[in-house]
């Protein structure tokens, strides 16, 4: 029977450990991919991903596998992002396998993200077979590794493959272990049809593209379809596998992953984690879909032309249905015009989504500073919630304002820990534990800020230690803090996309930080531009960009023509991401400049 023979499972670790290079060698040794058609992280296809060296999305693939018993398996391999803020990612992953290979760094020993990938495979109940890779590299201990797993982790290694997915050793191994100990697919194939959607894309031909596993019974081409959470029904065009490109199949069947058609064109009708049924016979009840998930961060995004704005619109409603995690609602800023507050999980997706929308939907775009969400209690016992600082109500009608907080757990070797101390204390950081892991390594649990921890706390981590620091972090609730709006005037006017909330310790220091940033990355203008920062009334720092001087631009152009091609092309370019502020041309790194200051 076909749903003994399928395996479903998903490669988790922290992030670098080897996820996607252990999926290259798996399609390669399962002849999935063609010697010719080989490249590293093949599964990394979108640009951003092979040039960033991330995995960004999940993805799934359909492949064969003849194992050492003669039978022929069908494996799903679900290959997934280690970054915290592609958790989400990781989850609906999971929630579609039986199984999943932890991979594990054998000179870098367990990761906060290690843990916290194991755990949601725990919530998901799913069989984790642990991998120890990079055996290859000469720090490589392997050993050590394997005690650290069943110590910190507390699953049995005894039977842990040691690999190096670079080499190739190993593989073997962990196919048939996939065989042994992923348990094959429950589900019914006479019950009617289960299937849940866990990604999705947009194709200008077919529509929406779902990619589903299904739980109960069968779809193919043909069938009436019913979307559980809002009763639409559509006729199924087209199912199919990714293997790793699509390729059509007659029929999916309980235990598959695959993708499926229905020229379903409005987007707002499928969400991720809905569930799919027959019309004619439909189940009684939805599969358990996922949590919900908030937005930590929030941005205003503004096309560089005001044209653009219902491109851009969307151009988000399409990314949304590929990146569930995606919020918007439409805002308009006196500065920018219209645009729209835009939610994401952290800085990196922030970022991710920026460029997918210049890439994939070819919109400029101006973001401005990221915030995260305060609550705000007035004075006549009204609560405001702050996505957006400068909607922030008038000092005078505070009285009180919240912010949220995370719970930071920082793996690190004893060496750091009285840097990473020091970082959590400039952060605003309440220390909670320090736990020894073993005779080296120590788990730092610390209360901080939300803002704080995702502006560029994991930057300064990574620096303070070498690198050699690792962090996961997660929600706790809302917490009260001194806070005010720190203003950005420019030639005297308030410039609302540059507002922020500070904690009041600290906005002198980030005021005068700010302005002599701003003084460098704004170009010089035709005319002497004061820059200021102001809470309330009161102005606590200026500075001012110099009027440009006539004789340097015409120095500037005198050059031989290739080098003034190469200025025109270079302003051209830095054109594109510039936005008029009032009478004041500004780049789009002006509104990032609140990241990099200390
Ligand atoms: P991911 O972030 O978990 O998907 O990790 P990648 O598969 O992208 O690998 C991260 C880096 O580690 C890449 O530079 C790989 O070439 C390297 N790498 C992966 N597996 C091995 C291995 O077994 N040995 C060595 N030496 N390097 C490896
Ligand atoms: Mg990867």
Redesign the pocket.
């Known amino acids: 029977q076909r749903q003994e023979k399928i395996r479903n499972f998903s490669i988790i670790?922290h992030?670098?450990?080897?996820?996607?290079?252990?999926a290259d060698r798996i399609l390669q040794q399962t002849e999935t991919v063609a010697e010719r058609d080989m490249q590293?992280?093949l599964l990394d296809s979108m640009d951003l991903e092979r040039e960033r060296?991330?995995?960004i999305k999940l993805n799934a693939v359909e492949l064969t596998y003849t194992a050492n018993d003669g039978e022929e398996y069908i494996f799903h391999l679900i290959d997934t992002p280690?970054h915290v803020d592609f958790t989400y990612e990781v989850s609906r992953s999971l929630a579609a396998c039986e199984g999943a290979l932890l991979?594990v760094d054998a000179a870098q020993g367990i990761e906060a993200q290690t843990l916290a990938n194991v755990y949601l495979a725990l919530d998901n109940d799913l069989e984790i077979l642990p991998v120890i890779?990079?055996?290859?590299?000469p720090a490589a201990d392997p050993e050590k590794v394997q005690l650290e797993i069943e110590d910190i982790i507390g699953i049995d290694a005894s039977e842990a493959v040691h690999?190096?997915?670079?080499?190739g050793i190993g593989i073997a191994e962990i196919l048939e272990q996939i065989v042994e100990k992923v348990p094959a697919p429950q589900g019914d194939i006479e019950a009617p049809l289960q299937a849940l959607i866990f990604d999705s894309a947009y194709d200008s031909f077919r529509g929406v593209v779902l990619n589903i596993r299904v739980v109960n019974g069968t779809v193919k081409p043909g069938d009436k379809i019913r979307l559980m959470s809002n009763g639409k029904e559509f006729e199924v065009n087209e199912v199919g596998v990714f293997s790793p490109k699509a390729l059509q199949k007659e029929i999916l069947s309980v235990g598959d992953v695959g993708y499926l058609t229905a020229s379903i064109k409005t987007i707002q009708d499928t969400h991720v984690g809905d569930t799919i049924t027959s019309a004619n016979n439909p189940a009684e009840e939805a599969l358990e879909g996922y949590r919900k998930l908030n937005p930590m961060v929030f941005a205003g995004l503004y096309p560089v032309d005001s044209n653009d704005y219902n491109d851009l619109r969307e151009a988000l409603e399409r990314l949304q249905l590929n990146d569930a995690a995606l919020e918007f609602e439409p805002e308009t800023s006196q500065a920018l015009g219209f645009g729209f507050r835009t939610g994401f999980l952290g800085l990196l997706h922030m970022d991710v989504i920026q460029e997918r929308l210049e890439r994939e939907f070819n919109i400029d775009l101006i973001m401005t500073a990221p915030s995260v969400i305060y609550r705000v209690i007035k004075t006549n016992g009204e609560e405001v919630i702050v996505d957006n600082p400068s909607a922030l109500p008038d000092a005078t009608e505070i009285e009180k304002i919240l912010e949220p907080y995370v719970k930071a757990t920082i793996m690190v070797p004893n060496d750091y820990v009285g840097a990473v101390m020091d970082l959590g204390q400039r952060k605003r950081g309440t220390f909670i534990t320090m736990d020894y892991l073993d005779a080296n390594r120590v788990n730092v649990v610390y209360e901080i800020p939300t803002a704080e921890i995702i502006f560029d706390f994991f930057d300064k981590l990574k620096s303070t230690t070498k690198g050699y620091a690792s962090l996961d972090y997660e929600m706790i609730g809302y917490r009260e803090s001194k806070l005010a709006k720190l203003d950005i005037l420019l030639n005297g006017d308030i410039i609302d996309a540059f507002s922020m909330i500070v904690h009041k310790d600290f906005a002198f220091n980030r005021g005068k930080a700010l302005v002599e940033k701003l003084k460098k990355t704004i170009p010089r203008q035709m005319f002497e531009v004061p820059v200021q920062a102001a809470i309330g009334h009161k102005i606590i720092a200026r500075s001012t960009i110099k009027a440009l001087r006539k004789d340097v631009t015409a120095k500037l152009y005198g050059g031989d023509v290739s080098r003034r091609k190469k200025l025109l092309e270079k302003q051209k370019e830095g054109k594109k991401r510039m936005k008029q502020v009032g009478s004041v041309e500004v780049p789009q790194e002006a509104f990032m400049s609140i990241l990099q200051m200390d």
């Open positions: 670790a992030i670098d450990h080897g996820k996607s290079t252990l590293a992280q060296g991330i995995t280690g991979v890779n990079k055996i290859d590299l690999a190096s997915a670079k080499a």
